[in-house]
């Protein structure tokens, strides 16, 4: 199966942070950060597998800074690793006060996906080609987020069947 590079995944959603979803201190709802980091990497990760994707997990997500309404939020989405079928989704939010001009990091995360099949079964995503030095940084790195992953998912699986 032939990679693809890691620039062919990059996806940026920009949008205005609306009062339809502030919180009652005026800033941007975590949950609508949330939504739109699913709504990014999810386009980053069908630009790479061309084909339907679901969300399998999503790392912590910690609020650096808030987001006010009236600012503009944009999200940046590539894919750091493939795993098969799986594959690691980096997601940098940044937020832009346009009439002052100054940007701010607020978020970062790391989402992952599966890729479906018509039948909608898990299925081979190709491998992923990274270039840059950035690039090749995070695809090591998402080897080690990996193992931390399964490990977890191991101990919520048994956790969840003492309960039962």
């Known amino acids: 199966m032939t990679g693809r ?3 062919e995944s990059v996806s940026e959603l920009s949008e205005f942070a609306l009062p339809i979803y502030a919180n009652p201190l ?3 709802l975590g949950g609508r950060i949330m939504h739109l980091v699913d709504l990014a990497a999810a386009t980053a990760a ?3 597998a061309r084909c339907p994707v679901v969300t399998a997990a999503v790392d912590s997500m910690t609020f650096l800074e808030p987001i006010r309404i009236g600012q503009l939020v944009t999200l940046k989405a590539s894919v750091n690793r493939v795993f098969r079928s ?6 940098k ?7 002052t001009g100054e940007i701010r990091h607020t978020n970062s995360c790391y989402v992952t996906f ?4 018509e039948e909608g079964k898990p299925k081979e995503v190709p491998p992923v080609i990274p270039e840059s030095a950035d690039e090749i940084r995070r695809h090591n790195e998402a080897g080690l987020r990996r193992e931390a992953r399964l490990v977890q998912r191991h101990r919520t699986r048994q956790r969840f069947a003492a309960e039962s």
Request: net charge positive; proline share 0%.
């Open 93 to 99: 939010v940044l937020v832009e006060d346009l009439r």
């Open 5 to 7: 590079k890691v620039k």
């Open 86 to 91: 799986s594959m690691e989704v980096g997601v």
């Open 26 to 28: 005026g800033n941007l």
């Open 46 to 48: 069908m630009r790479h």
């Open 114 to 117: 599966v890729g479906l099949s």
